[in-house]
């Protein structure tokens, strides 16, 4: 799936409430500030962070003007990607080109279409996003989450149907038409709110109508809590709808929050049930969200901690285990100051080899966090000077978890829909490489084309037993609708809407979300 080189898409509804400017106005080929899922404040957009979105603002207006292009036009080629990537490089002080940058960027990468182009196509990947979401517009009707504002109007019954916000259509665009995703996992919250189970088995019938092939998968949301909350009324996502999840509407794992009712993986009361029913149902594979603390959830930085593991995993043999995010703390939210994955790295290396082999660590949102962060938080590489921050800080991500882990057990998620389309992320990936100077001084392995291919898709196929004549080919899928309506529009990169979802700064999270935090 490759671009025609000037190939400029659909400009798209310029009404909604994306935090990125509509795409007439957008001014950066993807955000240049971490974005928020909602689950965690954030802190506001940095000097540096502003400096960037200024360099790549006006490096891409003087070659859209030399390619006798819109802005809009230039912002979705791929060429557009790569000056984004360049100026992160620049601002932070990086390598542009060598075995030392994290992301080499050509300066041919920036100023020829095709070039761009065949950079980021050359290498095809079969991609499997185990994090994505989007939002039931139906379950905000008298639910505790009508606060939720997404529209410029939250009260219009229009904005259901508004491909800008974050329904089914606008999760199908962003995701299986402008985007190299060839299977995502659908996720939702414990309460089943603001996306219930049975829409997203809804939604994944969809795709997988329209595609011809799996290009959808669910998860089975349970809350093992004993107690209703007010989060969850009903119980609708209780260990007793397990059964309905998973045999009726077909969800192939658990994803769990340990932040709703602040319970434990080692919990023999509260878990153990839960894994129990998984096991009895044939499911072998426990996702639960670790790390970024949840701010709605009073407790919660303690509950997201991942020393609850160890027990868990041992006792549970024939159960994998998977952290959403890692276990990725910002600088600062760590009850301890075990800020970024250094926790998570300390416990899966006390645990013992045979038991580290069932855990997994998701890198949904951590990934793009650390791409665009100005520091890093402590990332457990024995640095003595500040910390490292943007492609730097990403590559001792990577690099920490490719040391600890191994590449068959780190899975691709990207937290998208909140981040607009992944394709820019998925773009980061292919590029990175971890620098020789970092594996020469902490030990880190080189990020290879087979070990993006684990980490891309490889292992999440096997986790989701996702059917083997796709996993085989791993330069696409079987020809179906949504590939051929991506090819028509010119590529992955040719028709994005180029915008975000989630908040940038505190002041956007208020007004989106609704929080009262005093």
């Not at 999840?245 to 929050?257: F, N, P, S």
């Not at 590029?431 to 993006?452: D, H, N, V």
């Not at 179906?480 to 002041?507: C, F, K, M, N, P």
């Amino acid at each position: 799936m490759t671009r025609k080189s000037g190939s400029s898409g659909s400009n798209g509804p310029k009404r909604g409430s994306g935090n990125d400017p509509g795409p007439n106005d957008a001014r950066t080929p993807f955000p240049t500030s971490p974005i928020s899922n909602g689950e965690w404040v954030p802190e506001g957009i940095t000097r540096k962070q502003k400096l960037v979105s200024k360099l790549i603002t006006e490096e891409v207006d003087v070659q859209a003007r030399r390619h006798a292009m819109t802005r809009a036009q230039f912002l979705r080629t791929a060429a557009a990607t790569m000056i984004g990537f360049s100026v992160l490089n620049r601002v932070h002080g990086l390598d542009s080109w060598g075995d030392n940058a994290v992301l080499p960027v050509s300066r041919t990468d920036c100023e020829d279409l095709d070039a761009a182009s065949e950079r980021l196509s050359t290498k095809p990947y079969f991609i499997v996003d185990v994090q994505s979401h989007f939002v039931d517009w139906n379950e905000f009707e008298n639910s505790a989450y009508c606060f939720l504002r997404f529209c410029n109007e939250p009260n219009d019954p229009a904005c259901a149907d508004d491909i800008s916000v974050l329904g089914q259509a606008n999760f199908i665009k962003e995701m299986f038409t402008d985007s190299e995703t060839h299977v995502g996992v659908i996720s939702g919250l414990p309460s089943g709110v603001p996306l219930g189970s049975e829409t997203a088995a809804a939604t994944r019938d969809l795709v997988n109508s329209l595609a011809g092939s799996e290009r959808c998968l669910i998860q089975a949301m349970i809350d093992p809590s004993p107690t209703p909350s007010i989060a969850n009324p009903n119980f609708r996502t209780g260990i007793d709808s397990m059964e309905t999840q998973v045999r009726d509407l077909g969800g192939r794992a658990i994803k769990c929050y340990t932040y709703n009712g602040n319970w434990r993986l080692d919990d023999e009361t509260v878990a153990y049930p839960m894994f129990a029913e998984a096991q009895r149902l044939g499911l072998r594979l426990i996702n639960v969200h670790k790390g970024l603390p949840a701010v709605f959830a009073q407790g919660s930085a303690e509950a997201v901690r991942v020393t609850d593991f160890p027990k868990a995993v041992r006792d549970w043999p024939r159960l994998r285990f998977c952290a959403y995010h890692s276990g990725y703390f910002n600088p600062g939210s760590h009850p301890t100051g075990k800020d970024g994955i250094s926790e998570f790295v300390e416990v899966m290396e006390s645990m013992p080899r045979r038991d580290r082999r069932r855990c997994y660590a998701e890198i949904g949102s951590t990934f793009a966090i650390t791409l665009l962060t100005d520091g890093g938080g402590s990332l457990a590489c024995g640095n003595s000077g500040p910390p490292p921050c943007g492609p730097l800080s990403t590559a001792h991500l990577i690099g920490q978890l490719l040391k600890t882990m191994g590449s068959r057990n780190i899975l691709w998620g990207t937290d998208s829909i909140w981040w607009g389309s992944p394709q820019w992320l998925i773009d980061a990936f292919k590029c990175m490489q971890i620098p020789a100077s970092l594996q020469e001084q902490f030990g880190y392995p080189e990020l290879t084309e087979k070990r993006k291919r684990d980490i891309l898709g490889r292992n999440a196929s096997k986790l989701y037993r996702i059917k083997s004549r796709t996993r085989r080919n791993l330069c696409s899928i079987p020809p179906d609708a949504l590939a051929e309506v991506q090819e028509a529009r010119g590529g992955a990169h040719a028709s994005r809407s180029l915008r975000s979802y989630g908040a940038r700064t505190r002041r956007e999270f208020l007004s989106q979300f609704g929080w009262s935090y005093g």
